[in-house]
């Protein structure tokens, strides 16, 4: 079983950053013929969970929602099973409560994730709300 545990949500002001971190436990999550995608997600009040960010576990290109692209970006650091979404030039309307997900074992050469049905796997979520 996947336990991602999700961590450095906070309130910060318009143009800030932040720093998500999801620890991943539970798996290997990468190995002959198979690894697994890691993403977030963001829900804001009144409105659907949104894709945001993916990335495959190693060696992945990241593919980003065309209203973060250049402001975030979804490192993750295999070493430690940690994935992280470092948010930059902060606005108002990023303002939502922030999961990470873990779609797998798949192909490596598969179509990449970007809707929530394909995910199997969350965490916790954490609040992020940028002030104006």
């Given amino acids: 079983q996947v336990q991602l545990?999700?961590?450095?949500?906070?309130?910060?002001?318009?143009?800030?950053?932040l720093r998500l971190s999801c620890a991943a436990?539970?798996?290997?999550?990468?190995?002959?013929g198979s690894t697994y995608y890691m993403a977030c997600f963001r829900q804001a009040p009144g409105k659907e969970r949104e894709f945001v960010a993916v990335i495959r576990w190693i060696g992945g290109t990241p593919y980003y929602?065309?209203?973060?692209?250049g402001r975030f970006t979804i490192p993750i650091d295999n070493a430690k099973n940690t994935l992280?979404?470092?948010?930059?030039?902060?606005?108002?309307?990023d303002t939502a409560v922030?999961?990470?997900?873990?779609h797998g074992p798949v192909s490596p050469f598969g179509t990449?994730?970007?809707t929530r049905d394909?995910?199997?796997y969350w965490g916790q979520g954490t609040q992020v709300?940028?002030?104006s």
């Fill in 112 to 114: 990449v994730p970007t």
């Fill in 25 to 32: 436990s539970g798996r290997t999550f990468s190995g002959y």
């Fill in 98 to 102: 922030y999961y990470c997900a873990a």
């Fill in 84 to 93: 992280y979404l470092q948010m930059n030039s902060l606005k108002p309307k």
């Fill in 5 to 17: 545990v999700e961590s450095g949500g906070g309130l910060v002001q318009a143009g800030g950053s």
């Fill in 118 to 120: 394909k995910y199997d």
């Fill in 65 to 69: 929602v065309d209203s973060v692209k």
């Fill in 129 to 131: 709300t940028v002030s």
